[in-house]
């Protein structure tokens, strides 16, 4: 069979208007289409490990609430042996009143210094000088130990006893504390 | 055999023409094709809807969670902060270092042939937690030196068994000058001062030091 000149040209606009609809369908329609189904796939399996992780997060913190109560407790136990007030106030009269009740009298307590430390948000840290002219030492070492136990937040950083020059058996004591109080 | 004439050859020629005519045909398939695309563009198009339904639904879900989980962790980060300083406060209340002990033993360990003149006692803020007691005063005897030398091991031993490691060394020792009565005899004084360190906690092993090859 013998094709003419009009035949010829009828197949090649056919063969052009093939490709003219293979590549507007694959550019225009298909190809778009399926970029825009990976991107939502990826969206869709990305949001998977976002929920997860906020529920695991409400989850944790639920778990974090029940623990809770306990550890109020010790912050609040901490807070109730602070007494309200500016501490300048009412440490020197603790400190004089509690040798007083041992004893020893004529204990002068200074502030040193006031420090805020990260370990303890919510708390400062003072530092006090607390200097007892005439004592002895078993008395001074009685009062030490109850002082220790009766005020847990105290925290003593260190002693100077020094041998009275006239009566030995008195000594002169300057000890460091630093106790906690509220910021 | 008969003569048989085909009179209408042209007309037949032209239907069969028409019949294979190329454009009808390339039309046809293109049109044939058309339709497929058109049905597979259909299919991917509803599974790209069942997807932006699925993408919307899990985009709600997680719109109700996003605050609660910003909260949650907001209350997390409070909570680690307050149980934070709870352990902090109760490593500091039981961590502490209680003198009271330490000044019983002293007073069990000073023989009646010492006196003490001064002890300072300080907890260094920096280093390995310990304390450091500084023991200045006089030993009397007939060999006031070896008093003094027993004041400190008996130091050491005393405390020994209550902290991780005890040192007791000497900073000075040296004959005093005065005389005292002791027991009605006349003896000979020794000045002393004694460094008592008290341990925590293990002080770490000192590294020998390592030779260069060159």
């Given at each position: 069979m013998k094709l003419g000149k009009e035949e010829i040209q009828k197949i090649v606009l056919g063969v052009l208007l093939f490709f003219g609809l293979v590549y507007s369908y694959f550019n225009l329609l298909l190809f778009p289409l399926l970029a825009r189904q990976e991107a939502f796939d990826k969206s869709i399996k990305g949001l998977g490990p976002t929920t997860t992780a906020a529920n695991s997060q409400i989850a944790n913190t639920k778990k974090m609430e029940s623990e809770a109560p306990g550890v109020a407790m010790v912050v609040h136990q901490v807070n109730a042996l602070i007494p309200p007030g500016s501490p300048v106030a009412w440490f020197p009269t603790r400190m004089a009143d509690f040798f007083k009740r041992r004893g020893i009298d004529r204990v002068t307590t200074r502030l040193n210094s006031e420090s805020v430390d990260?370990?303890?948000?919510g708390y400062r840290k003072l530092t006090w000088g607390i200097d007892i002219p005439r004592v002895g030492f078993v008395q001074f070492a009685s009062a030490i130990s109850a002082l220790e136990n009766d005020e847990p937040l105290i925290e003593i950083t260190s002693m100077q006893i020094e041998a009275g020059r006239e009566d030995v058996e008195l000594q002169h004591i300057l000890i460091t504390v630093n106790n906690l109080v509220k910021q | 055999m008969a003569l048989h004439l085909n009179l209408y050859h042209e007309i037949q020629k032209t239907r069969a023409l028409k019949r294979r005519d190329p454009l009808k045909i390339s039309l046809y398939v293109l049109g044939a094709i058309a339709i497929a695309f058109a049905c597979y563009y259909v299919v991917q198009r509803i599974y790209m809807n069942t997807l932006v339904d699925e993408l919307n639904q899990k985009k709600a879900a997680y719109d109700k969670l996003a605050p609660l989980a910003k909260a949650a962790k907001k209350r997390e980060e409070d909570l680690t902060l307050k149980v934070k300083a709870s352990d902090e406060l109760i490593h500091r209340l039981e961590g502490r270092f209680y003198w009271a002990p330490v000044l019983e033993q002293f007073m069990s360990v000073v023989p009646r042939d010492v006196q003490v003149m001064r002890l300072n006692g300080e907890i260094p803020t920096e280093g390995i937690p310990r304390c450091v007691i500084g023991i200045d005063g006089l030993s009397a005897g007939s060999d006031p030196r070896k008093v003094a030398e027993q004041l400190r091991t008996s130091l050491a031993d005393a405390f020994k068994t209550k902290f991780k490691k005890v040192t007791s060394t000497f900073r000075t020792l040296e004959d005093g000058t005065e005389v005292v009565m002791l027991d009605g005899k006349q003896v000979p004084t020794a000045t002393f001062a004694i460094v008592l360190q008290l341990y925590l906690v293990d002080p770490e092993p000192v590294k020998a030091p390592t030779r260069i090859k060159r």
């Open positions: 990260k370990r303890f948000a | -």
